[in-house]
């Protein structure tokens, strides 16, 4: 996490970290496929603290990055193809660019309309249930869950 106060009174130190973050990552998340892991997901857990300037400068790139030298990792050393997802929550001003951004999935927090998401997100999305819905009574659940499908338009019937 980078605040905004560090990124603009120190950017290179705050670039310098990220970078350092980003290889860590990186070499973790390949030891979690050659454990065995079938599946990542990258989350960015602060997003919503970035307005969309600050979040093509301080997160998009290093995502980007993520995604890329994990995907030339596992390859490397002939680990297969793992799926990855990508989560910034409220990231919402960068959605489009998230499915640009070397992921095979772009994961929704439940402030995100889905509608919308449809027409700016070109690969899968993975759900945005809110979470306060999980304490609801069964049967508002799976309605609450069915209808959240239904508005991603992934062919429920």
Not at 6 to 19: F, I, R, V, W
Request: proline share 4%; glycine share 8%; charged share 20%.
């Amino acid at each position: 996490v980078v605040s905004t106060q560090s990124t603009g009174s120190e950017p290179e130190a705050s670039h310098k970290l990220l970078k350092l973050l980003t290889k860590v990552i990186i070499a973790y998340l390949i030891e979690q496929v050659a454990a065995g892991a079938q599946l990542l997901q990258v989350f960015e857990s602060s997003a919503e603290y970035l307005g969309p300037t600050l979040f093509e400068e301080y997160s998009l790139p290093y995502l980007e990055e993520i995604a890329a030298g994990v995907k030339h990792g596992i390859t490397e050393r002939g680990l297969g193809d793992v799926p990855l997802i990508v989560f910034a929550k409220g990231a919402y001003h960068s959605i489009s660019k998230l499915s640009y951004a070397g992921y095979n999935v772009v994961g929704l927090d439940w402030t995100v309309d889905p509608n919308i998401a449809r027409d700016f997100v070109h690969i899968a999305v993975q759900g945005n249930l809110d979470p306060c819905a999980l304490y609801a009574p069964k049967e508002d659940l799976i309605a609450k869950t069915t209808d959240m499908v239904r508005q991603l338009d992934v062919g429920t019937t």
